[in-house]
Nanobody, 124 residues
Framework: QVDLVESGGGSVQAGGSLRLSCAASGYTYSSNCMAWFRQAPGKEREGVAVIFSIGSITYYADSVKGRFTISQDNAKNTVYLQMNSLKPEDTAVYYC?????????????????WGQGTQVTVSS
């Protein structure tokens, strides 16, 4: 069992920045990566970014490339999502996820563990 707790959400104006944190506890060795997803009202949950434990390899959704950065602090079992140049369309509940991903990282079904979510609201 892996427990994930997100923090750092909030409201910001377009062009601003926020940093989300996800603290993991429990049997974290059962996962090979951690990811951030988001879900806006009326839309499906979508993958934002992922970081793999081995080599810290990262991938991003096209919509956030160049604006968001995912990183990890292994000593703290924490993953971060630095979000810059935020746009109103980034407004969503952001979820942290962990799992033993063997397929396409952007698919929610690849992940076994999810946090409770944190709201990010970007106003124009």
């Amino acid at each position: 069992q892996v427990d994930l707790v997100e923090s750092g959400g909030g409201s910001v104006q377009a062009g601003g920045s926020l940093r989300l944190s996800c603290a993991a506890s429990g049997y974290t060795y059962s996962s090979n990566c951690m990811a951030w997803f988001r879900q806006a009202p009326g839309k499906e949950r979508e993958g934002v970014a992922v970081i793999f434990s081995i080599g810290s390899i990262t991938y991003y959704a096209d919509s956030v490339k160049g604006r968001f950065t995912i990183s990890q602090d292994n000593a703290k079992n924490t993953v971060y999502l630095q979000m810059n140049s935020l746009k109103p369309e980034d407004t969503a509940v952001y979820y942290c996820a962990a799992g033993l991903v063997t397929g396409w990282w952007i698919l929610p079904d690849e992940y076994n563990y999810w946090g409770q979510g944190t709201q990010v609201t970007v106003s124009s």
